[in-house]
């Protein structure tokens, strides 16, 4: 087969290019798009955003599970595989429920793809072996699936889809049934294997923290169109809209009075390097929290009232009141002791200030 | 008080399940090994009443079990798939089809068979082979088959497993020997048991499609009943118990192991 010899000469899978996807299910629910997008070889792309976004429904259109609505094309290597089944496409796909199989242990689970293949008992067996060890799951070979607790069922779940050599790894929120510590650990485990595969994957995940740890890119996701594309760095420092902006990490989005180079607050001035072409006299822009310090009042250009203070360990977020219309969030380090009632002033560095498109009406 | 009202309710519910259930199937199959019935037990026992129901009727037995068997065979291979199917689409069409499928445990086993008969009564030979019979069999049992199998398809989430397997590689067929069998067995072994203890049973609608060379066991024992003497009547229903009694606590025990695949002994 053409798409798995082309795909795995060097194991480092495909290009992906989906051109146009749109999706509509059969009761009529519009799910996706149309979408175009491309995944470079051997990158990890993050699929993000909120539940009914649509990104499981394109990364089953990836997988061959979902078609897409005429018109939608989805090429692995330039080569089309719109109509190709998903059995005939190559994937290495990881489900949110794993989909182990009940009936096979672990070994046989890992090694079922092989076997489908063709390939002999002992070349099998001598790959499971390698994927065991990748996987860290030495010595549960031979349990039944049901003797596994989540994060075991997770790697094999991994190993599986990685067994065959896929062109490119498909998944499906793979962390989220697991409990917050030990998803945070296997993020970390599954960064370095995706690292060292470095096959072409993309991830699904509802989870910002998930999206900027693992995603060489991230595209972020709203009802059913693409929001942004960029590095985790871009979608954070320079969001391209309000629904990118809050949706990664915290941010303070304010509406504020623009004037030469100033914004225009209820609680003073800040000198802004907005884009030199703005002439709006009223601009949205983005402060994230960590870009605010807290100074003394005198001299400083903003000034507001300290109104709560969460103490978070290693960090400690205060809102500000008065400022602007809404209370300012600020994450101030966990050693600087934080009165409610005080006066402080606010030091904002002027290149910390996004602009943001104004939000439609 | 309250506790003694709840003791009476409890052993009279038992005591008429006895009186209505345990003693006259004891008493029956106790007429059947006994020498002279009207005398009483006291007459003394015997087997001589089974060995001539051994000699009179053993085509009805295996006739019972060559259709039972058959009748499996007929809803494992359609009823399985029909089940797999079902579930997979899911949608109004399959929920109209799968009750048009369970329509024989309403309609009366009679009209079924007279439904048949008009049907498919004038095909002569087919008509005079037990498969006229195997025909009515797996109309009336394929509901139980499907009906178990969908409630393990259910149970599990079959469609990840279909599609775990598919990205894998595996075409359908064999996916649905690998992975969709193996997982449904428990609701497959339920229904089979249950078809072949129905099929054995069936009646109303064998009396019906019956010729008098193909007969069934009930078929049979309604037939001693009605021109044997007691004794003999008695000592096939003996014979029907031994044959039905394993098959049902088989389910029973097996019905303690529902709840899915991994819930199984190994």
Known sequence: MSLQESGNSNGHGVAVRIENCAKTFSDGTHALGPVTLDVARGETLVLLGPSGCGKTTLLRIIAGLEMPDPGGRVSFNKTEVTHVPIERRNVGMVFQSYALFPNMNVAENIGYGLKIRGVN?????????????????????????????????????LARAVAVRPSVLLLDEPLTALDAALRERLRGELNRLLRTLGITTVYVTHDQSEAMVLGDRIVVMRKGAIAQIGTPRDIYFAPANRFVAEFIGAANIIDAAYNGGSLLFPGGKLAASLDSTTTKDRVLVMIRPESIRIVATEGAGLCGQIETVSFVGDRQRASIGGVAAKPI????????????????????DPSAVRLLPPDPV | MRDRLTFAAQFAFTALVAAFLIVPAVLSMLAGVTLNYFRGIQSGLTLQWVVQVWQLYPDTIFRSFLIALATLAVTLVVGVPAAYALHLRNDRLSRTIEEVITLPLAIPGLALALALLLTYGGFSDFRRSWLFILAGHAVFTLPFMVRSVMAVFGATDLKSLDEGAAS???????????????????GILAGSLMVVTLSLGEFNLTWMLHTPLTKTLPVGLADSYASMRLEIASAYTLVFFVMIIPLLVAMQIFAGYRGGPTALPR
Do not use: C, Y
């Open chain 2, 168 to 186: 894998l590689g595996a075409l359908p067929w064999r996916r649905f020997r690998d992975v969709i069998v193996p997982n449904a067995a428990p």
């Open chain 1, 121 to 157: 008992g002992a070349e099998r067996s001598v790959r499971v072996a390698e994927l065991v060890a990748l996987t860290g799951i030495e010595g549960l070979e031979h349990r039944r699936i049901d003797q596994l607790s989540g994060g075991q069922r997770q790697r094999v779940a």
């Open chain 1, 329 to 348: 969030m600020v994450d101030v380090p966990n050693s600087i002791p934080l009165k409610l009632g005080d006066r402080v002033g606010l030091a904002i």
